[in-house]
């Protein structure tokens, strides 16, 4: 009998197997666990700011320092996940892969146990400085070696799928950080959580962080890296050069979807709780539980948006979830102030519609050859991700003061740029999504 072969690339598929699965689960705990870790800083910015900043600082500075501190770990992330990447292409994914675990469990362990600017001094902030740089470090390196490591392992036919679920395992991690913060402000007083227990989720962070460094060392190198060492294909130059030199159409796309999955994510999840208390009325508790009610869809939606590009491709999928993100992320913000009950539908519906960035690692994936493809994705991902991670919420705020609905209206522009995406998706994706496993020998 004839074995099936996949539409677009002419390679056999099949099911996911146990050891596809076994792959899937490791690699999307330890991405949550690492998103756990270099998100629960933003839970405690402001105990941590009086505990590590000089007590006679003014509050303004204080903050303005801490966030410093956080947006530091935004802007390392190009430099780590780049150096991450230039050995994930040389020496192995795995090797890598378990690095930035190693790395991230390492730097929040230190966070935990930091002395403070009363013990040590202006010690204190250059420590914490320096272990929030090595946390985003490892996480320009998690996001995209973990993208490439589960699409050389599964079938052709089930990379959009499993990309979507790892992207699933990162916002789950950031609904644990907001859990975790929930609880530990619950169970201690105020004194209390500035006297120990905001020591506690950094310190649950690295534990559980050293277990992921645990539990992936029964993952196995890819068979795509495998075959690229048996056959001496491995890239022997700067593979970040040729990158650059012949996949800058790659690299284009790659930071386009990027701002796509960075401006949903950022406003939708993580500036929106702001909003519901400033611009909507509601209490910090109901936009907590709004927030994370819409984030458990957004973890369904990025599952389902990944199966989805697997069957009917790319271009056809970004083509008509821009028109669906750009009505459900706009009626929200338009009808979320009428009642508790209507906010809570229309979060479950936008945040489906926003788990269509589960589909963006499909195109990224498959726009870089297995030589280079770990380079090129951490490239274009991670400095895409600190241009316009880092602007959004920037931008989006500082046109609130113009117009009260310029969030609104810069996620019309963001799923008006999806859908434009698709339609040239839909035009040249044969000459951009090549195939997962090794193409024809390249003269580099």
């Known amino acids: 009998m ?33 998103f756990y870790d270099f998100i629960i800083f933003v839970f405690f910015a402001s105990v941590i700011g009086h505990l590590f900043f000089p007590p006679d600082m003014p509050e303004w500075l204080v903050l303005i320092q801490t966030f410093g501190i956080f947006a530091a770990g935004y802007l390392v992330r190009p430099l780590g996940g780049i150096l991450m990447a230039h050995f994930g292409d040389r020496a192995g994914r795995k090797r890598v892969f378990t690095l930035s675990v190693f790395l991230m469990a390492l730097s929040t362990l230190a966070m935990a146990c930091l002395p403070t600017y009363a013990a040590i001094g202006v010690l204190a902030p250059i420590l914490l400085i320096v272990f929030r740089m090595l946390q985003g470090a490892a996480i320009g390196g998690e996001v995209p070696g973990a993208w490439t490591f589960v699409a050389e392992h599964v079938p052709a036919n089930r990379v959009g799928m499993a990309c979507g679920f790892l992207c699933s395992g990162l916002t789950f991690g950031i609904l644990l950080g907001s859990f975790i913060a929930a609880g530990i402000n619950w169970a201690f007083s105020p004194e209390e959580v500035a ?17 992921g460094v645990y539990l992936r060392r029964w993952l196995s190198e890819t068979p795509i890296f495998l075959e690229m060492k048996a056959s001496n294909r491995l890239q022997k130059s700067l593979p970040l050069k040729i990158v650059l030199r012949d996949h800058l159409h790659g690299v284009v796309i790659s930071a386009l979807l990027t701002w796509i999955l960075s401006a949903g994510i950022v406003v939708t999840t993580l500036m929106t709780s702001t909003f519901l208390q400033k611009l909507y009325g509601y209490s910090p508790l109901e936009s907590l539980l709004a927030t994370s009610f819409g984030s458990l869809f957004l973890i369904v939606g990025t599952v389902s948006a990944g199966a989805l590009v697997d069957r009917i491709g790319s271009g056809r999928f970004f083509a008509v979830a821009g028109v669906v993100f750009g009505i459900a992320t706009f009626a929200f913000y338009t009808y979320a102030g009428v009642s508790l009950q209507v906010l809570f539908a229309l979060y479950a519906v936008m945040g489906l519609s926003v788990g269509m960035v589960g589909a963006t690692p499909y195109v990224m994936v498959r726009s870089f050859p297995a030589e280079v493809r770990f380079s090129g994705l951490s490239f274009s991902y991670n400095v895409a991700y600190a241009i316009f991670g880092g602007l959004t919420p920037v931008v989006v705020t500082s046109l609130l003061a113009v117009n009260p609905m310029a969030h609104a209206w810069y996620l019309v522009f963001i799923a008006v740029l999806t859908t434009a995406l698709g339609f040239y998706l839909m035009r040249y994706s044969e000459r951009l999504e090549g195939d997962i496993g090794l193409r024809p020998a390249l003269a580099y």
């Open 195 to 211: 006297s120990f227990a905001w020591r506690i989720p950094f310190f649950i962070g690295g534990v559980f962080g050293l277990l």
């Open 2 to 34: 004839q074995a099936k072969l996949d539409g677009a690339t002419g390679t056999p598929v099949r099911s996911l197997n146990r050891d596809d699965i076994r792959v899937l689960g490791l690699s999307a705990l330890g991405g949550a666990l690492e």
